[in-house]
């Protein structure tokens, strides 16, 4: 079946650098998304990546994907204290409904 | 422009009750979803509509049904609450099947505690 994992948490001081990583089991996904949770708040579009593409920046934002792998990243660059949230990954499955990651909890120290 | 609204924000309910979390949307949103969030398995969809009339089974449809009347509104419900529905539950509409121009649209969400 269909599965997306992610790690729980991840702990960086401001200015530096965040990855979060990802894997996901279907490869006849299109897209892969990453998603944005700040406190009490529902999820937002952070930005997506579509199958065929290796890479994408946008602004401090860089997703990469590694299709043979199925995984996939998010790269925060200079990482600030409101990039603090949980992030989600999902991919649009079979049934073009998406399929959540566990979430990664980004902390940033100040 | 509200986007989507979920009312109540909180609930409490006891083993056996029922209840109604209402979902309304204003953009016009063929599509709409119920998910719950549970801590260390993400978002799980539970059912969601294609549009109004219509409703299908998401990955863990058990113990609640769903109801679209209306195209901007979802209705979720809990006819007898058990302590393992204690969830955030999270309604999310978009324009058609999700993709990315289609991105979903989430509300804030409702924290729901059955004891």
């Known amino acids: 079946g269909e599965d997306v994992e992610q790690s729980l948490f991840l702990s960086v001081r401001e200015g530096d650098s965040s990855v979060i990583n990802c894997t996901y089991t279907?490869?006849?996904?299109?897209?892969l998304y990453w998603y944005k949770q700040e406190p009490g708040a529902g999820l937002q579009l952070l930005t997506y990546?579509?199958?065929?593409?290796d890479m994408k920046q946008d602004q401090r934002l860089t997703v990469l994907l590694n299709k043979k792998d199925k995984h996939l990243s998010l790269r925060i660059a200079d990482t600030q204290t409101g990039d603090s949230a949980i992030y989600f990954c999902a991919e649009s499955g079979a049934t073009n409904k998406l399929i959540f990651g566990t979430g990664t909890l980004l902390a940033v120290q100040p | 422009n509200a986007g989507v609204t979920q009312t109540p924000k909180f609930r409490v309910l006891k083993t056996g009750q029922s209840m109604t979390l209402l979902c309304a949307q204003d953009m016009n949103h063929e599509y709409m979803y119920w998910y719950r969030q549970d801590p260390g398995m993400g978002l799980r969809l539970i059912h969601y509509?294609?549009?109004?009339?219509?409703?299908a089974k998401g990955e863990v449809p058990d113990g609640y049904n769903v109801s679209r009347l209306k195209k901007q509104n979802f209705l979720l419900g809990l006819e007898s609450a058990a302590p393992s529905q204690t969830s955030v539950y999270f309604c999310a509409s978009s324009h058609t099947g999700s993709s990315y121009n289609s991105p979903l649209h989430f509300g804030n969400g409702t924290r729901l505690t059955v004891t």
């Open positions: 279907d490869s006849s996904s299109t897209y």
């Open positions: 990546i579509f199958s065929n593409m």
């Open positions: 509509s294609v549009g109004e009339g219509t409703t």
